[in-house]
Nanobody, 116 residues
Framework: QVQLVESGGGLVQPGGSLRLSCVVS????????MGWYRQAPGKQRDLVAS????????SYANSVKGRFTISRDNPKNTVYLQMNNLKPEDTAVYLC?????????WGQGTQVTVSS
């Protein structure tokens, strides 16, 4: 059974940084394109960034380009999201999943709150 567990969120001031981690159990990780998504209260869930299975190709939403970096460590079955220069509008629950997302794999996510 595949499970995804996100961590690393928290409260940070505008301009601050956080690094999110997502540990994936199960053998799909090494062949899966992975994505980080976020959902703010009252809004739809949006893709923030994605990375191919080998880690060579990455893509980002326009709103986070230049500030966020997605990476992965395949031996550790882990995908990361480094978030720099955080803004209040980045406040959301952040979740990882395959890309495209598999509806059966959503975890609890990790809350990121950017506020002074």
């Amino acid at each position: 059974q595949v499970q995804l567990v996100e961590s690393g969120g928290g409260l940070v001031q505008p301009g601050g940084s956080l690094r999110l981690s997502c540990v994936v159990s199960g053998s799909i990780f090494k062949i899966a394109r992975m994505g980080w998504y976020r959902q703010a209260p009252g809004k739809q869930r949006d893709l923030v960034a994605s990375i191919t299975s080998g880690g060579y190709t990455k893509s980002y939403a326009n709103s986070v380009k230049g500030r966020f970096t997605i990476s992965r460590d395949n031996p550790k079955n882990t995908v990361y999201l480094q978030m720099n220069n955080l803004k209040p509008e980045d406040t959301a629950v952040y979740l990882c999943n395959t890309y495209p997302a598999n509806a059966t794999l959503w975890g609890q996510g990790t809350q990121v709150t950017v506020s002074s």
